[in-house]
């Protein structure tokens, strides 16, 4: 029998990718659910609607991320990435079916200083809404869904692009100064792990067929700066046009941000279960399947 797997946020820059991935799954009957098609904040709803299709595993992607936004309105932030976390958590618990959590490197940051990984296991420390709202979420999935997977992940970037951005990730803004001969000033001093969407999608797609639950760090292996990403991305596509590295406070924000992002995959490693590349593959790929290279 097939299993009944529902993508929350299936239009979403990971949903998505998720769906791609899965609906080639023959052992999965794939449910993709948008956010016109449930509101995960609206509890009687969202109940209703999971009745109806029974599933063996709801993968959650729905977030409120972005940053600016959330720093503005916590209550809302809070509402979505923890509230509505809990809802279905709590649904999954009761019905004793698998819950998958997407979570992030914004958990951590409050040690400035830090230069080696984060792992599971790790303090957290949050030091903006986002984060702080999305280790809420972290927590009422441990607390109310025994079988769960929390996946925290780094630099996300995708084929159907981030709809809390005005532009759609990291790598098309690049793409973007690149076509327009631009020469962009990049931060140098965030470190981190650009991971691509579809090879995140298919790290979610072995998991969740073992019954390993847990907490789990999922973005690319190695490191770089995003001068340093900006500077890949520049190279493959053969684009000679300076790029400009700048301090993070080149750029006047509210939100702060984590100077150090990378997580170490050691848990999915020891398990045999990482399928994720290195982050210069994941920009090869994407920019193939983006027709550029």
Request: charged share 20%; net charge positive.
């Amino acid at each position: 029998m097939k299993r009944h797997v529902i993508v929350i946020g299936s239009q979403g820059q990971l949903g998505f990718d998720l769906c791609r991935v899965l609906s080639e799954d023959e052992t999965v009957s794939l449910v993709g659910l948008s956010h016109k098609d449930i509101d995960i904040t609206c509890e009687n709803e969202t109940i209703a609607l999971l009745d109806r299709i029974h599933p063996h595993t709801i993968i959650n992607t729905a977030a409120f991320h972005n940053l600016e936004e959330a720093e503005q309105n916590p209550i809302l932030a809070k509402k979505v990435n923890e509230g509505g976390a809990a809802i279905i958590a709590r649904y999954c618990g009761k019905h004793d079916i698998s819950c998958v959590y997407i979570s992030t490197d914004y958990v951590f940051g409050r040690n400035k200083k830090r230069k080696h990984p984060y792992f599971e296991n790790s303090a957290t420390g949050p030091i903006n809404v986002y984060g702080q709202t999305k280790v809420m979420g972290e927590q009422v999935t441990k607390n109310l869904a025994p079988k769960h997977y929390i996946l925290r992940t780094c630099g996300l970037y995708g084929i159907r692009g981030s709809s809390g951005k005005k532009r759609n990730n990291f790598v098309d803004t690049m793409i973007h100064f690149a076509e327009t001969n631009t020469q962009p000033h990049v931060v140098d001093d965030q470190i981190v792990s650009p991971t691509y969407a579809l090879h995140l999608a298919k790290q979610i797609a072995k998991l969740i067929h073992t019954d390993t639950y847990g907490t789990y760090h999922t973005s690319s292996l190695g490191r770089c700066s995003w001068y340093e990403c900006a500077q890949y991305i520049f190279d493959q596509l053969h684009i000679h046009v300076p790029i400009h590295p700048v301090p993070t406070t080149y750029f006047p924000s509210h939100v702060q941000r984590p100077l150090y992002s990378v997580l170490s995959k050691h848990k999915l490693l020891a398990n045999n279960l990482c399928t994720l590349p290195h982050w210069k593959q994941g920009i090869i790929e994407y920019l193939h399947d983006k027709l550029l290279i």
